[in-house]
């Protein structure tokens, strides 16, 4: 998918202080992202993985990704940055080529809406060699792109 980006949350001393409950975070960034143009903070205990589609969300699947320790997910959630769909989007998350939520009523977003709950997939442990993708089966008509949080301990 051109355009895509994964970021991970990693811990920085550099940035400005964090609110209570958060801690400060520096980014690896795929796909030349310039490194100061994302910022933010993480609350503590909660790491997630990030992905950014490109800008229009395009109907794909994304490169893989492949995790940086082993883990088990907690959640996922999808967001519509323009809260702009014409109707459901239909987002999976697969882990070495098959859907994560299998049983599970996956998050979507719906019409005009933003963003869905987190909700926890059937299938929930990872290894480092295990690889992960976004599937974007249909983008609701978005105009800008989709973003896929992958909560994880």
Not at 34 to 58: M, W
Not at 64 to 88: E, L, M, Q, W
């Amino acid at each position: 998918m051109a355009g895509d980006t994964i970021i991970i949350g990693d811990w920085n001393d550099t940035l400005p202080a964090a609110p209570t409950g958060y801690e400060n975070i520096k980014f690896q960034v795929n796909r030349g992202v310039d490194p100061a143009k994302v910022s933010g903070y993480i609350r503590k205990n909660e790491p997630c993985f990030l992905y950014t589609s490109a800008n229009p969300a395009e109907n794909s699947t994304s490169e893989r990704f492949y995790p940086h320790k082993n883990g088990s997910i907690t959640g996922v959630r999808i967001n519509v940055v323009k809260g702009d769909g014409t109707r459901v989007t239909d987002v999976r998350v697969l882990k070495n080529g098959s859907a994560i939520f299998s049983t599970t009523t996956k998050p979507d977003v719906a019409q005009g809406e933003y963003v869905s709950d987190f909700i926890l997939p059937d299938t929930t442990a990872f290894t480092i060699d295990d690889y992960l993708q976004i599937q974007i089966v249909d983008n609701a008509a978005t105009t800008g792109q989709i973003r896929v949080y992958i909560k994880f301990i």
